[in-house]
């Protein structure tokens, strides 16, 4: 039987769903969180991850991204909303197959077991140590790379050209969001809402860090290579040319 993660942050539906896989034979494990979830995904000795989408942590399409960026398990995402349009995105995004909350526990097990046929079908056996170290060992972290750029969101750390930068712990979220969408302009309303979470926050504040940021990169100030502004919209990091 399977290794399942459940990723949900209410303690009661986390339970139960943990719960209803084990009595469907499955070896089930929960988080409450994103980053967590990241933590037992780069440690690698998964068969499925269900990954509610409102965490408190990291939004959920965020999160399936970058548990794509390091790993290719089995992703069962679990929303509330049912737009075509957001389910289509998720797909795309690397998610396996999607369940709409709620759901009971057997739904989910019945979800659990296509999936798993499928990725068994489609792959190949997908949990012992057959085939090469880079499929059965997906824990060569989630670095996401921009040019010279590597931020670690596991680990929380960032290097530039192989030195690591000295970052804050708000630096580092915003730079690893960023990184997380490189090469789209992210609106400082999005980032507000998306790294501080605060409402009373004002763009000064994302400006204050933006130019620490940059000064620790040793970014020059009049053309900054990886952070650009994009006035009136919002900041891009890029890959410099
Ligand atoms: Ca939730």
């Given at each position: 039987?399977?290794?399942?993660?459940?990723?949900?942050?209410?303690?009661?539906i986390?339970?139960?769903?943990?719960?209803?896989?084990?009595?469907?034979?499955?070896?089930?494990r929960?988080?409450?969180?994103?980053?967590?979830?990241?933590?037992?995904v780069?440690?690698?000795r998964?068969d499925?991850?269900?990954?509610?989408?409102?965490?408190?942590?990291?939004?959920g399409?965020?999160?399936?991204?970058?548990?794509?960026?390091?790993?290719?398990?089995?992703?069962?995402?679990?929303?509330?909303?049912?737009?075509?349009?957001?389910?289509?995105?998720?797909?795309?995004?690397?998610?396996?197959?999607?369940?709409?909350?709620?759901?009971?526990?057997?739904q989910?097990?019945?979800?659990?077991?296509?999936?798993?046929?499928?990725?068994?079908?489609?792959?190949?056996?997908?949990?012992?140590?057959?085939?090469?170290?880079?499929?059965?060992?997906p824990?060569?972290s989630?670095?996401?790379?921009?040019?010279?750029?590597?931020?670690?969101?596991?680990?929380?750390?960032?290097?530039?050209?192989?030195?690591?930068?000295?970052?804050?712990?708000?630096?580092?979220?915003?730079?690893?969001?960023?990184?997380?969408?490189?090469?789209?302009?992210?609106?400082?309303?999005?980032?507000?809402?998306?790294?501080?979470?605060?409402?009373?926050?004002?763009?000064q504040?994302?400006?204050?860090?933006?130019?620490?940021l940059?000064?620790?990169?040793?970014?020059?100030?009049?053309?900054?290579?990886?952070?650009?502004?994009?006035?009136?919209?919002?900041?891009?990091l890029?890959?410099?040319?």
């Open positions: 039987m399977a290794r399942v993660l459940v990723v949900e942050d209410d303690a009661g986390r339970t139960s769903l943990v719960d209803a896989l084990a009595l469907h034979g499955h070896t089930a929960g988080v409450g969180g994103a980053f967590p979830a990241l933590h037992e780069a440690g690698g998964l499925l991850v269900v990954l509610d989408l409102g965490l408190p942590d990291l939004d399409g965020d999160a399936l991204r970058m548990i794509r960026g390091i790993s290719q398990v089995p992703v069962i995402v679990a929303t509330a909303r049912d737009g075509d349009d957001e389910m289509i995105e998720l797909l795309n995004a690397g998610a396996d197959d999607y369940l709409v909350k709620p759901f009971s526990g057997g989910l097990a019945a979800r659990v077991a296509a999936v798993l046929r499928r990725s068994a079908a489609g792959a190949g056996p997908h949990a012992e140590q057959s085939g090469t170290p880079a499929e059965t060992e824990k060569t989630g670095l996401l790379t921009v040019g010279d750029l590597q931020v670690d969101p596991v680990g929380r750390t960032a290097y530039l050209a192989g030195a690591e930068l000295p970052l804050t712990r708000r630096e580092f979220d915003l730079l690893a969001y960023l990184a997380a969408h490189a090469g789209q302009v992210v609106p400082k309303r999005t980032i507000l809402a998306e790294v501080w979470r605060e409402s009373y926050i004002d763009d504040t994302i400006d204050v860090h933006l130019s620490s940059r000064r620790k990169m040793g970014e020059p100030a009049a053309r900054p290579r990886y952070l650009r502004t994009v006035r009136g919209v919002g900041i891009k890029v890959t410099p040319r």
